[in-house]
């Protein structure tokens, strides 16, 4: 089991751009794919990005995930934010190297981090 914490959420105005972090500690994150997700109110979940061993796959455009196995990370970069954007974004991890956009597929959870794009 790996833990995982979000952080670098914050009130961004429309057109900027926000990275944030995917903290694991208890294991090595680079053995695991890890997708992001993220939940506005109101709405359910839905994927936005995941990064598996050898590849990625993103629901969204103008999202990007990279890992920094140094620091035992994963980030997700996002581009020329909309209000749309406005949810609790989460990281996910599971053992397969295949990244998956399903939510089942993954075992462990962040809390989720605040990300509000606001004028």
């Known amino acids: 089991q790996v833990q995982l914490v979000e952080s670098g959420g914050a009130l961004v105005q429309p057109g900027e751009s926000l990275t944030l972090a995917c903290a694991a500690s208890g294991a090595a994150l680079d053995r695991y794919s890890v997708g992001w997700f993220r939940q506005a109110p109101g709405k359910a979940r839905e994927a936005i990005i995941c990064?598996?061993?050898f590849s990625a796959t993103a629901a969204k455009g103008r999202f990007f995930s990279s890992r920094n196995i140094a620091k035992n990370t994963v980030s997700l970069q996002m581009n020329n934010l909309e209000s749309e954007d406005t949810a609790v974004y989460y990281c996910?991890?599971?053992?397969?190297?295949?990244?998956?956009?399903?939510?089942?597929?993954?075992?462990?959870w962040g809390q989720g981090t605040q990300v509000t794009v606001s004028s």
């Open positions: 990064i598996g061993k």
């Open positions: 996910a991890a599971q053992r397969n190297p295949a990244c998956s956009l399903q939510e089942t597929a993954y075992d462990d």
